[in-house]
């Protein structure tokens, strides 16, 4: 019999198509969010889920899901599963890392230009029929060239945001928890510091860190009061690496000059005083969010996926010891 897939969402190019030449799948044809009760309907009868981070994937789904194997996840962050559970489980869990790496980056940058130009509340301006003279203090911003970055996270996100630096001929800092090789740093023209002398020093701060533990409100009253007042925040990581009330309270207090927020602490909810301020870019968790990138991490999920339902070893996953007591 042919095993059983679910895929949570949408998902894009042929991938449907494709799995269904080795499986027999079922679709989130209402592609709306699904509640934990109706995800563990369509699942406990699966061998495989493609899922997303809006799919909470815990203990208690996965001892429901009792003939699941592998959880194919669409994304590289994996916050949103219970790894451990997963691996007390004997379920897989795979994710898409490198392919949303360059696009990512690519947005890390947007938001960092658009929050440093005031782009978002230009364009509000002028669409609102105000801009009736040029005026020489019209949405005065912050020069990008020749500043400081500050790269919080220098792992393939990070690394691909520092080398876009290069254009701008910008000082790069990093501060990351594990050395980085000595070869990638001199590549990169990065220099690692100490995440307080990155704080006070940087003009821009990119946050590329996974959301664990130790990173959970990394950005707090007390490391907002060590930033310069010009300074400008982007978080294409994880919301909650930011306390965003905290954040509200330095974009109000000036303690900070602006932020570009991609991710937030309690999706889909955003900090409603946040919503109030023009010095916040705010844009619904997107930096992956290109037409190509959007298939390749389809490909890569599906690829996990079909690799372990055929008893393959799949390209990318996060839990290799079920690999391994699978094969023992
Ligand atoms: C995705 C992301 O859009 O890959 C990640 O970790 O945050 C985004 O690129 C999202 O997770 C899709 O599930």
Redesign the pocket.
Same mark, same amino acid.
């Given at each position: 019999m042919a095993p059983r897939v679910y895929v949570t969402r949408h998902v894009f190019g042929d991938t449907v198509e494709r799995l269904k030449r080795d499986a027999e799948v079922r679709v989130n044809s209402s592609d709306r969010v699904l509640p934990k009760s109706e995800l563990i309907g369509h699942l406990k009868d699966a061998d495989g889920a493609l +899922?997303? &981070? +809006?799919d909470v994937i815990d203990a208690e789904l996965l001892a429901a899901a009792a003939k699941l194997k592998v959880v194919a996840?669409? !994304? &590289? !962050? $994996?916050n949103h599963i219970d790894v451990a559970a997963a691996t007390r489980a004997g379920v897989i869990v795979t994710?898409?890392p490198g392919v949303?790496t360059e696009t +990512?980056a690519d947005f890390a940058w947007t938001l960092l230009m658009a929050a440093a130009r005031r782009v978002v509340e230009a364009d509000r301006f002028a669409r609102s029929g105000k801009f009736t003279a040029w005026d020489p203090k019209l949405f005065v911003g912050h020069d990008i060239y020749g500043k400081t970055l500050g790269i919080v996270g220098l792992g393939r996100i990070g690394q691909a945001v520092a080398r876009r630096a290069a254009g701008f001929n910008m000082r790069i800092l990093f501060h990351n928890p594990r050395p980085i090789p000595e070869r990638v740093i001199k590549e990169l023209g990065v220099t690692p510091v100490s995440l307080e002398e990155l704080l006070r020093v940087s003009d821009f701060i990119s946050l590329h860190v996974p959301l664990l533990p130790e990173t959970k409100h990394l950005l707090n009253d007390r490391t907002f009061a060590l930033m310069k007042p010009a300074c400008i925040v982007v978080n294409t990581s994880?919301g909650p690496v930011v306390d965003e009330k905290a954040l509200v309270r330095a974009l109000k207090g000036g303690k900070i000059a602006a932020a570009g927020l991609d &991710?937030f602490e309690r999706e889909p909810e955003i900090e409603p005083e946040l919503l109030e301020l023009d010095n916040a870019v705010i844009v619904p968790? $997107?930096?992956?969010?290109s037409h190509e +990138?959007r298939i390749r991490?389809s490909t890569m999920a599906a690829d996990n996926l079909l690799a372990v339902l055929k008893g393959n070893r799949p390209p990318h996953f996060v839990n290799p010891e079920v690999w391994d007591n699978r094969r023992r």
């Open positions: +899922t997303m &981070v +809006t996840n669409f !994304g &590289v !962050g $994996i994710n898409t949303l +990512t994880r &991710v968790h $997107i930096a992956s969010a +990138t991490m």
